[in-house]
């Protein structure tokens, strides 16, 4: 079982639409957790972090379940600009070594 | 401020061969972690360097080392190159190795093998 799953790819969805992806995590021990975007051919950027209260910027907004192990990041009113590669990040151990989902691609249509 | 940068941007490479691959982290930060990105997958870990110490190590054969600098610059070496290390290679930086500390992603070298 991989460490960090996310949902298959990819979503294509119109302009205006509202996305959302979920990622699960096998480390019971994990402690930190992000959302990190990566265009084509680019390096990942962090998107936002992920906090068990749920936090909120803009028209993203990050949900942790640390019972269930589960993470989601919700996108409202999608823009072209949101394609992208939304990879779902959890740091476990001392230190901070990153573990990776594999990525979902969202496109985003006019 | 500048970002992390990493050099070269580009490399094409045989099997055999060796490369080096090198890492400036943002000014100020003194931990360099080392990715590696195949395509259609996220960043595996391969090493992290705090105060010029190796810190942690991921699940990568010893062909694959590495170094910290006192300025805090990183290379990234492979030896013995395989055509499976054909891959984008991500220097991260962070002001310290700390859960949750914030790092900060190069553009990456992309190394092809043939």
């Known amino acids: 079982r991989k460490e960090v799953e996310q949902d298959p790819g990819p979503f294509n969805v119109p302009e205006g639409a509202t996305v959302a992806f979920n990622c699960t995590y096998s480390n019971s021990a994990s402690q930190s957790f992000f959302w990190y975007r990566q265009d084509c051919r680019k390096e990942p950027k962090l998107l936002m972090s992920v906090y068990s209260s749920g936090n909120e910027d803009g028209r993203f907004t990050a949900q942790l379940n640390r019972a269930s192990q589960y993470i989601s990041l919700l996108i409202r009113d999608s823009k072209l600009s949101d394609s992208a590669t939304y990879l779902c990040v959890v740091n476990a151990e001392y230190g901070n070594k990153l573990v990776f989902g594999a990525g979902t691609i969202l496109r985003v249509k006019s | 401020d500048a970002g992390v940068t990493q050099s070269p941007t580009h490399l094409i490479k045989t099997r055999g061969q060796h490369v080096t691959l090198r890492c400036s982290p943002i000014?100020?930060?003194?931990?360099v972690s080392w990715y590696q990105q195949v395509l259609g997958q996220g960043p595996q870990f391969i090493f992290q360097?705090?105060?010029?110490?190796?810190?942690g190590r991921g699940n990568f054969p010893d062909r694959f080392s590495a170094r910290q600098f006192p300025n805090y610059s990183s290379e990234l070496n492979v030896n013995a190159l395989l055509l499976g290390d054909s891959a984008l290679y991500l220097c991260?930086?962070?002001?310290?190795?700390?859960?949750?500390?914030?790092?900060?992603f190069g553009p990456g070298t992309r190394l092809l093998v043939l």
């Open positions: 991260a930086s962070s002001i310290l190795q700390a859960l949750g500390v914030t790092q900060y």
């Open positions: 000014s100020g930060h003194k931990s």
């Open positions: 360097y705090y105060e010029k110490e190796e810190r």
